[in-house]
C-alpha cells in the first residue's frame, strides 16, 4: 500500500506561485512513477504532469501548464513537487497526487493510490 499526503495549497493571486509537495509513505517510493492531476469544479479530473520512477528522467506535461509549471521529485525524501508558476484564475482546482508502477497507467490516472488533494485557488 502507498500512501500520498499532499501539501503547499492555498490562496494566491494571478501571476503569484506556489510548489505542491506530495510525501509518499508505505513503498519503495523510486520504484513509482508520480503524477498530479487536479480538479476544478463542475469539471472532471485532469492531468497535469508526470515524472518517471527512479530518478525522475522522463517528465510529461498538460498543455495548458507547459511552461509554467515543473515537476520534479526527490527520492531521498520521498517526495514529489510540483512547482506552479504564472497561475491564472483558470488553475483553481483541488490538486492530487498519484502513484504507480506504470508510466502509462499514471499518465492516464488509471492507478490505485490517490492523495487527500490540497486546494489551490488563484484570486485577485
Known amino acids: 500500500q502507498v500512501q500520498l499526503v499532499e501539501s503547499g495549497g492555498g490562496l494566491v493571486q494571478p501571476g503569484g506561485s506556489l510548489r505542491l509537495s506530495c510525501e509518499a509513505s508505505g513503498a519503495i517510493f523510486r520504484l513509482y512513477a508520480m503524477g498530479w492531476f487536479r480538479q476544478a469544479p463542475g469539471k472532471e479530473r485532469e492531468f497535469v504532469a508526470i515524472i518517471s520512477r527512479g530518478g525522475g528522467r522522463v517528465t510529461d506535461y498538460a498543455e495548458a501548464v507547459k511552461g509554467r509549471f515543473t515537476i520534479t521529485r526527490d527520492d531521498a525524501k520521498n517526495t514529489v513537487y510540483l512547482q506552479m508558476n504564472n497561475l491564472q484564475s483558470e488553475d483553481t482546482a483541488i490538486y492530487y497526487c498519484?502513484?504507480?508502477?506504470?508510466?502509462?497507467?499514471?499518465?492516464?490516472?488509471?492507478?490505485?493510490?490517490w492523495g487527500q488533494g490540497t486546494q489551490v485557488t488563484v484570486s485577485s
Open positions: 498519484t502513484a504507480g508502477f506504470s508510466y502509462e497507467g499514471v499518465a492516464s490516472g488509471e492507478t490505485d493510490y
